[in-house]
């Protein structure tokens, strides 16, 4: 509360500030607004950590609640709970519960139902990886404190039923619409036109979706201002027809705007047209001038006040981003262009969104199309057809069925030549750059670069003979410490591995000195490495190693081969090939990636890394045999040395100490997840490791078993865990190491 009455002070400071004439006053004003944000944020998040929820997270509870969202998806339902109360703890909570029932139940729970469900509140997963993704600051940033699941159907209950009438019909209306789409159109059309008319992309299939994203044309795909624009014009075109006076028409596009606005559920991107939309309009029924920029701070402190998270989504940064830059950009840009391109302003609106844009989509998507410009020309009045077709399919056919299935008709005709517009593009063009995640400052000084660039454009013509050399020297050390702080700061005298975290499942990624990249193993999907190397820019990996052909170490495989170049991939021979080795070998063999089999007595040489293999040995061992016959592989660098065992058991172990292998690492991996049926007490006492990792996550093996970790402890050994720790990351200049783990 006194947080409040603070930031209520300071912003009647800053009003009076902002109406005097000094500069300094007015600096002094917009440090006052940043304090206040400050404080605002700081007063949310300590009420965020003294959630009463806190208390049942991980608990089993009966809890009762109010559903005000549900959205169908491929798996399920899920509901969205507020006014949540734990009747034995005695606890209220006015935060939200995101619960996924996947009971396929027939009687489904609708908005306003008071339920009482039987679960496990949970939070939901933070970034365990470098490069991954935070889906439990992403639910915090929309207000959603836990999740909970619904398994059997006796564990909800319909107790009753509290609905605002208004948002009611609204939910039947979205549900009207829904059923309306699912029976005049084919799949994936119907759910194409849920994503583009409703904002419901949780239907919408990945293919269509990626290959969207592929062009730079994921925006037309949810509800933005792109929609909001074209429903308002439309609401003006006819009020403009009918002659009606400003005032009537602000009131018209209120009521609509604001009810689509509902309809869609409520976001950011219309959020943000439906309110600047309502300025305009208000500006010009008061004869006011209108402002872009102070409209948009405006609407920005508005959304920042109902949801001060929304400023660190990336819906709210490419929705104000995009409208920022093609204000400022796009009269620029349209002014140099030859004569032949100035067909209208959407090339040179499009080019100034993809340039304003650009550290954004890198940051967080970590590639850039370099055909959007081209494909936004083709497609975006494609789509913009099939919108209106769209709304006045929903008009048509509640009035003439006939004439609804008419309509529809074309919008499928016109769905499917989009759709094929797209896979062209996709199949036949360079599409995408992968560009590693930027630094902060990197940002910074390329929306310098390019604020500097328009401002010197709009004083002189386009010519570098009148550039000037002093504007030459500023945009060349620009562009120079782009590179550098993109690419430039990377010590090359350290060995570099990480752990990845990826369940219960083995990914060893090692970055030489000299630039190779290894990767031995990939999980059961391989999604946490790719993100990873998308996250850097890495776009090839110089060797695979699988460790053996189980999934939860080489299903991640197929995946890689399919978006990365990868010169070479090695594994070890089996006595019985299974479906997972044959299917990876035929993806080698299709992709003419080389790819052999190593034993015992190989070596790599991947200066300065050596890697000795250290097993299987021949003949191979029958007992528990795909993971007896694991590739053991010591990776030497210098004085470093770190022992990969993949999944090993007590058999090889035994075999190995026998043989007289030098095992002694000081890193070691530990086999088998850290089951009991290795890390024999010989084995340790040969590999003597200071540091031992245990490639683990969620189980029902008990891995890693106590006495396991008991034995290393016992030497002395420190022993790290994925799923205690995360992603555990080795540092190494070949004499002496440091890790850390990710979760610190």
């Known amino acids: 509360m006194l947080s409040k009455i603070l930031v209520v002070f300071l912003f009647f400071i800053f009003v009076i500030l902002a109406h005097r004439r000094s500069v300094k006053l007015k600096i002094i004003g917009w440090l006052l607004i940043f304090l206040m944000g400050i404080i605002y944020l700081g007063s949310i998040e300590l009420a965020w950590q003294d959630e009463a929820l806190e208390e049942v997270v991980g608990e089993r509870v009966e809890i009762e609640g109010r559903i005000v969202e549900v959205e169908e998806t491929y798996q399920g339902m899920r509901y969205l709970l507020t006014d949540l109360q734990v009747a034995e703890f005695d606890l209220t909570s006015q935060q939200k519960v995101l619960l996924f029932d996947w009971t396929a139940a027939e009687e489904q ?404 000195p000299t630039g190779k990249r290894i990767l031995v193993d990939a999980g059961e999907e391989g999604i946490e490495i790719k993100n990873y190397l998308r996250s850097r820019g890495i776009r090839s990996l110089d060797l695979i190693l699988i460790s053996h052909f189980h999934w939860d170490h080489a299903g991640g495989v197929k995946p890689l081969i399919k978006n990365f170049a990868i010169d070479q991939v090695f594994y070890p021979p089996n006595i019985q090939k299974n479906e997972l080795e044959i299917r990876v070998r035929e993806k080698l063999e299709r992709n003419k990636i080389k790819h052999a089999q190593l034993v015992a007595g190989d070596e790599i040489r991947a200066l300065p890394l050596e890697v000795e293999v250290l097993g299987p040995t021949f003949p191979l061992l029958e007992e528990s045999e795909a993971n007896n016959n694991s590739l053991v592989l010591k990776a030497i660098y210098n004085q470093f040395e770190l022992l990969l065992t993949g999944d090993i058991e007590k058999e090889a172990e035994r075999r190995l100490v026998k043989q007289g292998a030098d095992l002694e690492s000081l890193v070691l991996k530990v086999a088998h997840h850290g089951s009991i049926s290795s890390s024999i007490e010989e084995f340790i006492e040969q590999v003597k490791p200071e540091l031992a990792v245990i490639q683990v996550g969620d189980n029902n093996y008990g891995h890693p078993h106590p006495t396991v970790i008991e034995r290393f402890e016992e030497r002395g050994t420190k022993v790290l865990r994925n799923d205690q720790d995360g992603a555990i990351i080795i540092k190494t200049d070949g004499q002496r190491y440091n890790y850390q783990t990710f979760l610190d």
């Open 109 to 512: 729970l609708n908005y306003g139902d008071l339920v009482k469900v039987n679960t496990e509140l949970e939070l939901a997963p933070r970034k365990r990886n470098p490069g991954g993704f935070s889906y439990q600051n992403y639910l915090k940033r929309n207000g959603i404190y836990a999740l909970g699941h619904i398994n059997s159907s006796s564990q909800v209950k319909r107790i009753g039923r509290r609905a605002n009438f208004f948002l009611e019909q609204v939910f039947n209306l979205r549900v009207k619409i829904t059923q309306l789409l699912d029976s005049h159109f084919s799949n994936p059309n119907n759910y194409i036109l849920q994503a583009l008319l409703l904002g419901n992309k949780s239907l919408l299939p990945p293919e269509v979706e990626n290959d969207f994203r592929e062009v730079g044309l994921s925006h037309l795909l949810v509800i933005s201002g792109f929609h909001i624009g074209l429903l308002s014009y439309i609401i003006y075109f006819i009020c403009q027809k009918l002659k009606l006076s400003e005032k009537i028409t602000l009131i018209l596009n209120l009521l609509v705007l604001g009810s689509y606005l509902l309809l869609t559920g409520w976001q950011l991107p219309a959020l943000r047209a439906v309110i600047l939309i309502s300025l305009v309009l208000w500006g010009k029924l008061l004869n006011r001038k209108i402002d872009i920029y102070n409209l948009l701070a405006g609407v920005a402190l508005i959304i920042l006040l109902i949801n001060p998270w929304s400023l660190f989504t990336v819906s709210f940064q490419l929705s104000f981003g995009a409208v920022i830059a093609i204000s400022y950009l796009t009269p620029l840009i349209s002014s140099k262009l030859p004569f032949f391109l100035k067909v209208n302003n959407l090339l040179a609106a499009s080019i100034a969104a993809q340039i304003g844009l650009l550290p954004i989509l890198v940051y967080y998507f970590n590639q850039i199309s370099v055909i959007s410009v081209l494909a936004n020309l083709l497609l975006t009045p494609l789509i913009t057809s099939i919108l209106w077709l769209g709304l006045f399919f929903l008009v048509v056919v509640v009035i003439w069925s006939t004439g609804g299935i008419i309509v529809a008709s074309l919008i499928e005709v016109l769905l499917d030549l989009s759709q094929i517009l797209v896979g062209l593009l996709v199949d036949n063009l360079w599409t995408t750059v992968s560009i590693g995640r930027p630094a902060l400052i990197t940002v910074v000084i390329y929306y310098f670069l390019i604020y500097y660039l328009a401002k010197c454009l709009k004083s002189t013509s386009f010519s570098i003979e009148r550039f000037g050399n002093k504007r030459k020297l500023i945009v060349s050390l620009s562009l120079i410490l782009i590179l550098l702080f993109q690419f430039g700061f990377n010590n090359h005298q350290q060995l570099k591995i990480i752990f990845f975290d990826v369940g219960q499942g083995d990914a060893i990624y090692l970055s030489l």
